[in-house]
């Protein structure tokens, strides 16, 4: 199966409660899916599949007005 090296790296507001929810939640949801190199930055090894649940559980957590999510990949 076909591995994809992903970079993930998120800004998410911390202004109020609500945000530092959110910082948690995106955080937590990156550590089980790969290893943290920076505060808001993962390196996550995937399949095609894991990536797409990844980035839609990522996206619906984040408030996209506030927050900033980025994603950049390379095939291994």
């Known amino acids: 199966m076909l591995r994809i090296l992903v970079l993930i790296t998120y800004d998410v ?10 910082l948690r939640k995106v ?3 990156c550590v089980n899916y790969g290893q943290r190199v920076q505060n808001s930055v993962f390196e996550c090894m ?12 990522l996206v619906s ?3 996209e007005k506030e927050d900033s ?3 950049y990949s390379r095939e291994q």
Do not use: P, V
């Open 13 to 22: 507001s911390t202004q109020d409660a609500a945000g530092r929810k959110r």
């Open 27 to 29: 955080a937590k949801e």
């Open 46 to 57: 995937l399949d095609a599949s894991q990536l797409l649940i990844l980035k839609d559980s």
């Open 61 to 63: 957590m984040i408030d």
């Open 69 to 71: 999510l980025r994603f």
